[in-house]
């Protein structure tokens, strides 16, 4: 059966490999509606091409000139109201949230509530309020596919898995390491912008490039899974995996490991997302496991780059501080980002935030996880003033 996607972040790294996928499948994928933030010439070209009857520009200023750029009959919406309008369409079947930050929170909420399959690329979403969308999620039937390429293969070995998560001991994330995997720690202050920039393996947008450098990237995974496959944080592990061939894995009980193998591109996890529980064949490249004939895998550097025990800090403690810590890091980059602080600024910030915060229990109140969201981003800038 085809099935009906929405993208909302069409014009990033993320929704550019999901049109990929479709053009590769279109006897399964249909794209219905497209969302960019300020992109207009890129929005305008992907919708031309697939021939959608409805987009949203976020940036409100952007419209006119969208308009200008599409075929007369095309509806136009803007901002997190033009979100949610599509992640609502009658005509979708699957909302794929790709939208970096916290704006994918309430279209994400709006979908479940009408009925709609969410394919998640948005690791914000779930770091900031995954009980509350797993729940609601559960509530209405809606599946939840993870389209980070870690979650989706963890999600891909827990299929057949009928004992739930009591059969699971430990899920295990892989991690590339990023391009300062073998950097001394007492160079990590010198590092620079465009070096932060040069990911090893993988093309993504400036954020979470920096994130995969950092090892936020991957600690915000840890507390994405924690959601996704309700397993406690303590068994939520992570191995570096430098040629990011095995894209994670988990062990069972019994001591047995099941990993998901495959090449380094999004669309692999994308296509599985839209055609689950079923599988197609398309034209991404096989591995030939004689070719790359050995796999090495080693211990992260825990001490060297915090963020990860930051990231178990912050979902052992549960609450509003998972919120926090995503929200403090969103302006702790930017701060580097802006030359305002060094590469090891970056998590020092965010401990400090973490060290300062009251997190508070939001029994599924969005409005006081946005609360702690607002406090976590004032301090950090605060934090980050007092460095310049």
Same mark, same amino acid.
């Given at each position: 059966?085809?099935?009906?996607?929405?993208?909302?972040?069409?014009?990033?790294?993320?929704?550019?490999?999901?049109?990929?996928?479709?053009?590769?499948?279109?006897?399964?994928?249909?794209?219905?509606?497209?969302?960019?933030?300020?992109?207009?010439?890129?929005?305008?070209?992907? +919708?031309?091409?697939?021939?959608?009857?409805?987009?949203?520009?976020?940036?409100?200023?952007?419209?006119?000139?969208?308009?200008?750029?599409?075929? +007369?009959?095309?509806?136009?919406?803007?901002?997190?109201?033009?979100?949610?309008?599509?992640?609502?369409?009658?005509?979708?079947?699957?909302?794929?949230?790709?939208?970096?930050?916290?704006?994918?929170?309430?279209?994400?909420?709006?979908?479940?509530?009408?009925?709609?399959?969410? +394919?998640?690329?948005?690791?914000?979403?779930?770091?900031?309020?995954? &009980?509350?969308?797993?729940?609601?999620?559960?509530?209405?039937?809606?599946?939840?596919?993870?389209?980070?390429?870690?979650?989706?293969?963890?999600?891909?070995?827990?299929?057949?898995?009928?004992?739930?998560?009591?059969?699971?001991?430990?899920?295990?994330?892989?991690?590339?390491? %990023?391009?300062?995997?073998?950097?001394?720690?007492? $160079?990590?202050?010198?590092?620079?912008?465009?070096q932060a920039l040069k990911h090893p393996t993988w093309q993504m947008g400036r954020k979470i490039t920096i994130d995969s450098a950092t090892m936020f990237n991957k600690g915000l995974e840890m507390i994405e899974a924690r959601w996704l496959f309700d397993i406690p944080m303590e068994r939520v592990d992570v191995i570096v995996h430098p040629q990011s061939i095995v894209h994670s894995l988990v062990e069972f009980v019994?001591?047995?490991?099941?990993? $998901?193998?495959?090449?380094?591109?999004?669309?692999?996890?994308? $296509?599985? +997302?839209?055609?689950?529980?079923?599988?197609?064949?398309?034209?991404?490249?096989?591995?030939?496991?004689?070719?790359?004939?050995?796999?090495?895998?080693?211990?992260?550097?825990?001490?060297?780059?915090?963020?990860?025990?930051?990231?178990?800090?912050?979902?052992?403690? %549960?609450?509003?501080?998972?919120?926090?810590?995503?929200?403090?890091?969103?302006?702790?980059?930017?701060?580097?980002?802006?030359?305002?602080?060094?590469?090891?600024?970056?998590?020092?910030?965010?401990?400090?935030?973490?060290?300062?915060?009251?997190?508070?229990?939001?029994?599924?109140?969005?409005?006081?996880?946005?609360?702690?969201?607002?406090?976590?981003?004032? &301090?950090?800038?605060?934090?980050?003033?007092?460095?310049?």
């Amino acid at each position: 059966m085809k099935k009906r996607v929405v993208i909302l972040g069409s014009t990033g790294s993320i929704g550019t490999s999901a049109l990929k996928v479709a053009r590769d499948i279109p006897e399964r994928m249909e794209v219905v509606a497209l969302a960019a933030h300020s992109n207009v010439a890129k929005l305008a070209e992907q +919708a031309r091409e697939f021939k959608v009857q409805h987009v949203c520009i976020y940036d409100s200023s952007m419209v006119a000139e969208l308009r200008r750029l599409l075929p +007369a009959g095309v509806q136009v919406y803007t901002g997190l109201e033009g979100l949610c309008q599509l992640a609502t369409l009658d005509c979708a079947d699957m909302v794929l949230v790709s939208i970096i930050g916290t704006d994918g929170l309430k279209p994400t909420l709006e979908a479940i509530e009408a009925g709609k399959d969410l +394919a998640i690329a948005s690791k914000e979403i779930l770091v900031m309020a995954g &009980e509350v969308v797993m729940n609601r999620a559960k509530a209405r039937g809606i599946n939840v596919l993870p389209v980070d390429s870690e979650h989706n293969a963890i999600y891909q070995c827990l299929q057949g898995n009928h004992g739930g998560a009591g059969q699971v001991n430990r899920l295990i994330l892989t991690a590339s390491g %990023g391009p300062f995997r073998n950097t001394p720690r007492e $160079q990590l202050a010198a590092v620079t912008l465009e070096q932060a920039l040069k990911h090893p393996t993988w093309q993504m947008g400036r954020k979470i490039t920096i994130d995969s450098a950092t090892m936020f990237n991957k600690g915000l995974e840890m507390i994405e899974a924690r959601w996704l496959f309700d397993i406690p944080m303590e068994r939520v592990d992570v191995i570096v995996h430098p040629q990011s061939i095995v894209h994670s894995l988990v062990e069972f009980v019994d001591g047995s490991i099941l990993a $998901q193998l495959s090449s380094s591109d999004m669309c692999f996890p994308i $296509q599985y +997302a839209v055609t689950w529980p079923e599988r197609l064949p398309n034209s991404l490249p096989h591995l030939d496991l004689a070719q790359i004939a050995s796999l090495k895998f080693e211990a992260p550097r825990w001490d060297d780059f915090p963020a990860l025990t930051l990231a178990r800090t912050a979902g052992l403690t %549960g609450g509003t501080m998972p919120a926090m810590y995503n929200a403090a890091n969103e302006v702790a980059v930017q701060a580097f980002v802006d030359g305002k602080l060094s590469f090891p600024g970056i998590w020092e910030t965010v401990e400090k935030v973490l060290s300062n915060a009251r997190p508070r229990d939001y029994e599924g109140k969005l409005g006081i996880i946005l609360e702690d969201d607002a406090w976590a981003r004032e &301090e950090a800038e605060r934090i980050v003033k007092t460095k310049i």
